[in-house]
């Protein structure tokens, strides 16, 4: 089910410096959001806070508070593997896992969490998950095959359907279709209007007609002189690309600096 | 914040200011056109009338000049924010103009049938419409230059000036057509004439609109903001 996601005064650090500082914004349900801004502004760094991911990196912490749903990710008691299994991400670069099938690309999600159940169940949840990435049609007589030797959309639409086959409330995406070429971009697109029936949907891109077509609300993100990233405005992306309220967003989407 | 924005996009701002003053070129050429026709009218010019009419083309080929620059940006630059409500606006008050320029040719064809009228009858009504339309559209042309929404607002305002001015008029002709049948044919030539005038000023105003667009990003800004003025307390 579809849950909306605050981040609470979030700030984020590699070692002693600070990348990201105090951001307070709610992603709604069934909404995508999109966050833009130039290189170094700490989108990815705040995507990955979302999900615990950030901290995987050696020295790093996060600060502040995100809520999905009712249940709080840096809650005492959260484990951050379960947060995971509860968001899902999909990155740039499609990463299917290199020595499995399409199949088991899938099921391994579930089958490391102890999801896994009876070989039907797992079909059904297989076909399921590739069906609502919109691959099934191209893939079903191939299952067994490695997921690498598809094209490169069709591996990031592995990617996806493997982070849907963990039935998250939440999809992340990190730039997802920047290493694909127009048509596949645009079925990624397609995609992700589709999906948001089910999931909320957080997507930085560099591409700012990409977040203008696909995003419900859009935040920009901007490192000042010191170079820790801000949330500089967050709207309605109708609003964000026809009327931003702040001229450091009005500079930017409009391709004054960056 | 990075490089300086010429450094980025020189190119793609070339492009967006030499738009900009392809409308303010446009504007400066039909506010000539119009002062134009309505002195023709005054001399009863039948040369200088079909010049005009004959000059329509250059004006129509203006709009499409500016029209094709606009849909280029489009397609190529992807403007966005401000930049696109100006290409956007660009477009639109292209079209007003051109049709002002249509109003101004309209007028040059009644001086060229009327020639062969007899002289006579009041324009004086007529002549005040002319120049409250003549200070309209400089003044509207100065704010899409200046991006002034409050002489824009002005200017929207101004426009029942002159609607009050034709219905005059055109009471003013009726009376004297009815008292005068001799008056009918000129005097139905000079409702032409205010009817041109008054959908000129009427142009005018929608290049107002266009103006308050650029500025605020509402595309019935004046609206909202008569309708907030009305709201009492």
């Not at chain 1, 979302?50 to 749903?69: C, F, M, S, T, Y």
């Not at chain 1, 159940?117 to 095959?145: C, F, N, P, T």
């Not at chain 2, 040059?108 to 009327?114: G, R, S």
């Not at chain 2, 595309?219 to 709201?231: I, K, N």
């Amino acid at each position: 089910m579809a849950e909306s996601v605050r981040a609470d005064e979030v700030s984020a650090w590699y070692g002693k410096k600070l990348a990201i500082r105090d951001i307070s914004v709610t992603m709604e349900p069934n909404k995508v959001t999109a966050l833009i801004g130039p290189s170094g502004c700490g989108k990815s760094t705040f995507l990955r806070s979302i999900n615990r991911l950030h901290e995987v990196v050696p020295g790093a912490k996060v600060a502040g508070d995100i809520w999905v749903g009712d249940r709080n990710v840096y809650g005492k008691d959260m484990d951050a593997v379960k947060v995971r299994a509860n968001i899902g991400m999909v990155f740039q670069r499609p990463n299917p896992f290199p020595t499995m099938s399409i199949y088991d690309n899938i099921a391994a999600g579930p089958r490391l969490s102890g999801r896994a159940g009876k070989r039907k169940q797992m079909d059904e949840l297989v076909e399921h998950s590739l069906r609502q990435a919109a691959l099934w049609d191209e893939v079903k007589d191939r299952l067994k095959e490695p997921a690498t030797g598809l094209s490169g959309g069709q591996q990031q639409r592995v990617c996806i359907a493997r982070a849907l086959a963990m039935k998250p409330g939440v999809l992340l995406l990190d730039e997802p279709s920047s290493a694909l070429d127009p048509i596949a971009s645009f079925k990624i697109e397609e995609l992700l209007l589709q999906l948001k029936n089910d999931y909320t949907m957080v997507i930085v891109t560099h591409n700012m007609q990409q977040a203008a077509r696909i995003a419900d609300f859009t935040g920009f993100m901007l490192a000042g002189t010191d170079y820790v990233g801000e949330l500089v405005e967050y709207g309605e992306t109708t609003k964000m690309f026809s009327n931003p309220s702040d001229s450091r967003t009005e500079a930017y989407i409009t391709g004054r600096f960056g | 914040m990075g490089q300086g924005a010429a450094a980025i996009r020189e190119h793609y701002l070339r492009q967006l200011t030499e738009l900009d003053q392809a409308v303010q070129h446009m504007g400066d050429a039909v506010l000539e056109t119009m002062r134009s026709s309505l002195d023709t009218l005054d001399r009863m010019d039948v040369a200088r009338a079909k010049e005009l009419v004959e000059n329509d083309n250059v004006i129509d080929r203006m709009r499409h000049s500016i029209e094709e620059r606009a849909f280029t940006l489009i397609a190529t630059q992807q403007p966005a924010a401000s930049d696109l409500r100006l290409v956007m606006a660009a477009s639109t008050v292209a079209t007003e103009l051109e049709r002002i320029g249509d109003y101004c040719s309209g007028i040059a064809k009644i001086v060229l049938i009327m020639a062969a009228e007899p002289e006579g009858g009041s324009t004086a009504g007529i002549h005040r419409m002319a120049a409250i339309t003549d200070n309209l559209l400089t003044r509207a042309l100065e704010a899409f230059k200046a991006r002034d929404i409050d002489v824009a607002a002005a200017v929207w305002m101004n426009d029942d000036e002159v609607d009050d001015l034709y219905h005059d008029v055109f009471q003013e002709q009726i009376e004297e057509m009815a008292a005068h049948k001799s008056t009918v044919r000129r005097g139905t030539y000079m409702l032409w004439v205010a009817h041109n005038v008054e959908r000129m000023a009427d142009r005018v105003t929608n290049i107002a609109e266009s103006v308050a667009f650029v500025v605020t990003g509402d595309v019935a800004a004046f609206r909202d903001r008569l309708e907030m003025e009305s709201v009492p307390g």
